[in-house]
C-alpha cells in the first residue's frame, strides 16, 4: 500500500523519490505566496534604494531583510525599542574593542574570538530573533573592515554605513509588515492551524460517504504533513504568547501535526466502512470542524467523546479520535486559563535572554562551535592575506542563524543552494548584465531570482536552507558594486568565502562535534522525561519565589526538549546509512509518544498549583499528603521509563493505581470542615486531572518497552542527561 510515510522514508527510487520530494516542498500553501511577495518587496526595495544612492553594505542589508521573522508584524514593532538598544550596544561594543585593541594583533585576535564566542552565544540564548540577527550581522559585516589598511577615519565612516544599512533594511521590512498586516488582519497562527483541520475534515467527508480521497485532497494533505509544523512552532517562539499560552499552543501544534500525519497516510486507503463506522466518522468529522471553529474565533476547544468499538477498516481512525480528544484537554475546565495559569505576580517578564541562558550547557556548546569555525574562517583568510573570501564569516553566522544546531544533510543543502546561487550569480555577470543599462532591468534579474530564493526559503526545513544560501550567494556576487563588474574576480573570492564557511561549519559540527541525529532525539526524550520526574517532584523549596523560578526552568526546559524532538524528527528523514531503518522507527515511536507527553506536561503544570498551595488551590492535610504520594509514584515510573530508554534493566516498583486510589480515599474522607476550607469542585478538578495523568503515564509506560539499541547508540546514551 502506498502512503505518505513511504514515500518519506525512500521506498521509492531514489531519483522518483527526490523528484517527488520537491513537488511536496514547492507546492503552494495557504500564507506562503504572500509571505513570499513580502520578502521580495522588502529586499527589492532595499536593492532599489543600495543601488540609487550607493549605499555600502548592500549585499548584507537586502539580505537581512530574510532574516527578520514574519510569523508576527505586531511584534516585531512592539520589540523595536530592545532591539534598537541591542543595535546601538553592539556599535559602541565593535568601536570600543576597535579603539582598544586595534593597534596590538595579538590581544585583537584574542578579542575577535570572543567577539564571535559572543555573537554565536546570543544567537543560541537570545528570545528576541530580530535582535539576534542585528547583533550578529553588524557583528560579521564590520569585523573585516577593521582590518583593511586603511586610516581610521575611513573605517569609522565604514562602520556608520554599516549600521545605517542594517537600520534601513530593518525600517523597510517592518513597514512592508505592517502593510500587509492590516490586509490580512486575524491571528496567523489559528489559520494555518484551521486550514490543516479543514483538510482533514474534507478528507473524513470522504470517507464517511464511503469514497476514497480524492486525488487533490491527497495531495494537500501528504503536503501539509511533509511541511510539518516547524513553522508554526517559530511563530509561537517569536510572538508575545505568556508562559501558558506558548505551553497550550505548542501542544495544540503537536496535536494537530500527529493528525495531519495519520490522514496524509490514511489518504492512500480505500475504506469499506460499516454504517456504524461511517456514524463514526461522521462524529469526529463534526469534532474537528468545530475545533477548527473554536481556535479562529479564540474559544475554548470542545470536543464530544466517542463511544462503542471500531471496526478495522480504518484503523487510522482511532488514532486520530484519540488527538482530537487530547486537543480538548488540552484547555479542559470552565476556568482552564484560572487552573493552569500562575497567578499574575508569579508571571515571569520578557527578558533578553533564554531563562536557562547560563545553566544550560548546550548553549555553550553551541556557541563554542561556532566560534572555533568562525575563527578558523578568520585566521585562514588573514593568514593567506585574501580579504576577498571574509564572506566566509558572513556565511558561519548565517548558517547559524537559520538553524540553532546542525546535521549532515542542512550542510548539503546549504553548498547546493551556495553553487545554484554562485551558478546564477556569475551567469548573470556573464551573460545578462553586460546586456543591461538601466536600473529597471536588473530589477526584473534581481525580482526573478529573489523570488526563487524566497519560494524556497519558505519550504519546510528540509529545503529551505538551500533558498537562504542561494540568495545570499547571488547578492554578495552582484550587490557590492555599483556598476558593471569586469572582471570575474570578485565574484570568485566572494565564491570561495562562501565555501570556505560552510567547509568549516560542516568540519566543526558535523565531523568534530558530529552526532546521528536519532541520538540526540533519544537524548531529547530521555531529558523530556527527566525533567517531567522532576517536575512531578516540584515545588522542593518553601520560597514561593524560588520554587516559582524553579518551575519556569523546569517548563523552559522541558518545551525545548519538544522542539529539538521535532526538529530531530525532520532531519532524521534525510541521514542515510546503515542505522537509517532503525533511526525510522524509532522516529515513528518518538513522534507517537509526543502529543501524550504534551498533555502530561500541561497536566502536571495545573497540579504543580495544589501542590505550591497557591491562594485558591490549598488542600486539607490528609489529600495533599496523598497527592505528594501519587506525584513521587508518577516521578518514579517516568524515571523508570528513561532508564529502559538509556538501556537500564530496572525494576519497577511505582505502582499508580494504588497511589490514586489514596488520593481519591483522602478526598472522600474530608469532613464538613475541610470541605469549607477547600469546595469540593476544586477537589474534583484535582481528581480530574489526577486521573488524567495516572491513564497518560500509564499508557506510555505501556508503550515504551526495552529498547534493542546498536552498540553506538547504547555507548553514546551512557553519558548523563542533564536536568536544569
Not at 13 to 28: Q, S
Not at 149 to 173: C, D, K, N, Q, Y
Not at 371 to 386: F, M, R
Amino acid at each position: 500500500m502506498a502512503s505518505a510515510a513511504q514515500t518519506i522514508s525512500g521506498v521509492q527510487a531514489p531519483l522518483a523519490w527526490f523528484n517527488e520530494f520537491l513537488k511536496r516542498e514547492l507546492l503552494p500553501y495557504p500564507g506562503r505566496v504572500a509571505k513570499v511577495a513580502r520578502m521580495v518587496i522588502a529586499a527589492t526595495i532595499m536593492m532599489i534604494l543600495v543601488m540609487t544612492f550607493r549605499i555600502p553594505f548592500g549585499p548584507y542589508a537586502a539580505i537581512y531583510t530574510f532574516m527578520i521573522s514574519r510569523e508576527s508584524p505586531r511584534e516585531t514593532v512592539k520589540s523595536a525599542l530592545t532591539e534598537a538598544l541591542v543595535f546601538a550596544c553592539t556599535a559602541i561594543y565593535i568601536v570600543l574593542g576597535a579603539m582598544l585593541f586595534l593597534s596590538h594583533p595579538m590581544m585583537r585576535l584574542l578579542w575577535v574570538i570572543t567577539t564571535f564566542f559572543l555573537m554565536f552565544f546570543a544567537t543560541g540564548t537570545m528570545t528576541n530573533y530580530t535582535a539576534t540577527a542585528r547583533f550578529g550581522w553588524l557583528i560579521v559585516i564590520t569585523i573585516p573592515l577593521w582590518d583593511l589598511h586603511t586610516t581610521a577615519e575611513a573605517r569609522l565612516e565604514g562602520m556608520l554605513w554599516a549600521v545605517a544599512a542594517i537600520a534601513l533594511a530593518s525600517l523597510i521590512t517592518v513597514i512592508v509588515e505592517l502593510i500587509f498586516a492590516e490586509l490580512q488582519p486575524g491571528d496567523e497562527l489559528s489559520r494555518f492551524l484551521a486550514d490543516r483541520l479543514r483538510s482533514i475534515e474534507e478528507l473524513l467527508d470522504c470517507f464517511a460517504s464511503g469514497s476514497p480521497a480524492g486525488a487533490k485532497i491527497r495531495d494537500k494533505i501528504t503536503g501539509q504533513a511533509m511541511l510539518g509544523t516547524s513553522g508554526l512552532r517559530r511563530i509561537i517562539q517569536r510572538s508575545n504568547y505568556t508562559p501558558l499560552q506558548a505551553e497550550q499552543m505548542g501542544a495544540v501544534v503537536a496535536l494537530v501535526g500527529r493528525l495531519v500525519d495519520v490522514a496524509a497516510n490514511a489518504s492512500y486507503l480505500t475504506p469499506e466502512s460499516s454504517a456504524a463506522d461511517q456514524q463514526r466518522i461522521r462524529v469526529l468529522t463534526e469534532n474537528v470542524g468545530t475545533l477548527r471553529e473554536d481556535l479562529l474565533n479564540r474559544r475554548i476547544p470542545q470536543s464530544k467523546n466517542f463511544d462503542g468499538e471500531i471496526s478495522t477498516a480504518l484503523p487510522q481512525l482511532r488514532e486520530m479520535e484519540t488527538a482530537v480528544l487530547l486537543i480538548g484537554k488540552v484547555f479542559s475546565g470552565t476556568h482552564a486559563v484560572n487552573m493552569y495559569a500562575p497567578p499574575s505576580t508569579a508571571d515571569p517578564q520578557l527578558t533578553l535572554f533564554a531563562r536557562d541562558a547560563l545553566s544550560n550547557p548546550e548553549h555553550i556548546k553551541f556557541a563554542l562551535k561556532g566560534c572555533l569555525a568562525a575563527s578558523l574562517c578568520y585566521v585562514v583568510y588573514n593568514a593567506i592575506d585574501w580579504p576577498g573570501i571574509s564572506t566566509a564569516v558572513t556565511t558561519c553566522f548565517s548558517t547559524a542563524l537559520s538553524t540553532i544546531g546542525s546535521s549532515r544533510q542542512k550542510q548539503v543543502l546549504r553548498i547546493s543552494g551556495a553553487l545554484v546561487g554562485a551558478a546564477l550569480g556569475l551567469g548573470a555577470q556573464i551573460f545578462v548584465l553586460p546586456h543591461l543599462d538601466s536600473i529597471a532591468g536588473f530589477t526584473v534579474l534581481f525580482v526573478s531570482v529573489t523570488t526563487l530564493g524566497a519560494w524556497i526559503a519558505t519550504s519546510s526545513p528540509r529545503l529551505s536552507y538551500v533558498g537562504l544560501q542561494l540568495v545570499l550567494a547571488f547578492y554578495i556576487i552582484n550587490l557590492q558594486e555599483f556598476t558593471i563588474q569586469t572582471s570575474l574576480a570578485p565574484a570568485r573570492d566572494r565564491l570561495v568565502g562562501i565555501l570556505l564557511g560552510l567547509v568549516m561549519m560542516w568540519f566543526v559540527f558535523d565531523q568534530l562535534w558530529g552526532i546521528p541525529v536519532i541520538i540526540l532525539m533519544k537524548k531529547a526524550l530521555i531529558s523530556q522525561l527527566r525533567m517531567l520526574a522532576h517536575f512531578s517532584r516540584e515545588p522542593l523549596s518553601a520560597d514561593y519565589k524560588l520554587a516559582a523560578e524553579r518551575s519556569y526552568t523546569l517548563r523552559e526546559g522541558i518545551n525545548k526538549n519538544f522542539d529539538s524532538i521535532r526538529a530531530s524528527a525532520d532531519a532524521i528523514l534525510f541521514e542515510f546509512g546503515p542505522s537509517r531503518q532503525a533511526g525510522l522507527a524509532w522516529r515513528n515511536s518518538i513522534r507517537l509518544w509526543q502529543p501524550r507527553l504534551r498533555t502530561l506536561f500541561l497536566t502536571r503544570i495545573a497540579l504543580w498549583k495544589y501542590r505550591a498551595q497557591l491562594p485558591g488551590f490549598e488542600l486539607p492535610d490528609t489529600v495533599l499528603a496523598s497527592q505528594h504520594y501519587f506525584d513521587q509514584q508518577s516521578a518514579e515510573l517516568l524515571d523508570s521509563i528513561a532508564d529502559r530508554l538509556e538501556g537500564k534493566r530496572t525494576q519497577q516498583k511505582a505502582d499508580l493505581e494504588e497511589s490514586f486510589e489514596r488520593v481519591e480515599q483522602a478526598v472522600r474522607s474530608c469532613g464538613l470542615g475541610q470541605l469549607q476550607k477547600t469546595p469540593e469542585a476544586q477537589l474534583g478538578i484535582l481528581l480530574q486531572l489526577c486521573s488524567r495523568l495516572k491513564g497518560l503515564v500509564i499508557a506510555l509506560n505501556q508503550q515504551i518497552p526495552q529498547p534493542e539499541t546498536t552498540p553506538l547508540i547504547q555507548h553514546e546514551l551512557q553519558s548523563e542527561v542533564q536536568v536544569p
